[in-house]
Every structure is written in C-alpha cells, then in structure tokens.
C-alpha cells in the first residue's frame, strides 16, 4: 500500500479524483447535457436569434389564437341560440295574443254589424260617419245591399263616396293580391 504525502492511500486518492475528472470530461463534450438545437450556423445574430424565436413559437401561438377564437365563437352561438329560443317564446306569445285580438275583433264586428241592422237608416248614417272609415266600410260591407244603400243614401255625400271605394277596392282582386 503506497501513501501518499498527504496521509492518503493512493486508491483513495485516485478514486476521490475520479469523479471531478469524470464530471470535467463529460462536461467538456459539446451537447452531452444540452436539449437545446444547434445553430447551422453557430454565431446567430440578435436579429436572426429573433427570427428564429418567432418561427418556433409561430404555431403554438396560431393555435392558441385558434382556440381563442373557436371559444369566442361558441359564446357567441350560445348567446344566438338562447336569443333564437327567447324570440320564439315572444313569437309564439303574439301569435297567442293575435288570435285571441282577432277572435274578439269578429265577435265585436259581429256584434256592431248586427246594432247596425237594426237602426233606422238615417240614425246609422249619422253615427257611420263619425267613426274611422275603415270601420264604417266594414260595417257597410256586412251588411245586406238594401240596408247598406240606405245607410249610404242618408250620408253626407263626400263621405258615402269615400266609404265606396274602400268598398270597392277591397273586393278588387287587383289590390288584395300580394305584390311579392
């Protein structure tokens, strides 16, 4: 057994160093640590260093937009779908409303047509003309032609001729076509 100056054993003394020069030499190998790529062509400028950042992160951060914009769109469609469910909630509320306005609307047409029957002529004349012209032409119309030309005789005569084209251009199949 060979001592050294030092007290130690040789065999110690070269295992002791062993590892120290083990790390050295490993770590004098290029890339034997590294997980970063090697330039092509060693010394990168700060620009070309830039350039090559902003290649490598390019299609992570589409992506990312991507899906950034794909989430923006599902909000956006549910919000439209929820929006689509409430109009036709709303829609299907007027269409209850509307019928219900049209089924009183007969009722009172019907109604007024028949208070109108039964009035003497000059009396009914005298109230037709005082209401809207739209309603008077409906109730004229209603009415049988004997009762209605009663009516319209006793009018003042402006009024009977406006209430008689309302008449006639609502039986002219020319004005009650749809245009589209």
Known sequence: MIVSKFGLNIS?????????????????IPGAFAQE????????????????????IADPARDQRYLLQKQELEKLQADI???MAEM???????????KRRNDFL????????????????????????EVKTEVAAAVIMRLSSRQSSLILNEMDPQKAA????????ASDPNTSKDPS
């Open 162 to 169: 406006v209430l008689a084209n309302i008449i006639a251009s």
């Open 106 to 129: 007969k009722q009172a047409q019907a109604g007024l047509t028949d208070i109108y029957k039964n009035m003497k002529p000059d009396a009914a004349a005298l109230q037709l003309q």
């Open 81 to 83: 779908d929820s929006r």
């Open 12 to 28: 110690e003394l070269l295992r002791s160093l062993a590892l120290p020069a083990a790390a050295v030499v490993l770590l004098s």
């Open 37 to 56: 790529a090697a330039s092509p062509t060693g010394n990168l400028t700060s620009e070309e260093e830039i350039k090559q950042f902003c290649t490598n």
């Open 88 to 98: 036709g909630k709303r829609t299907a509320e007027y269409q209850d409303w509307l």
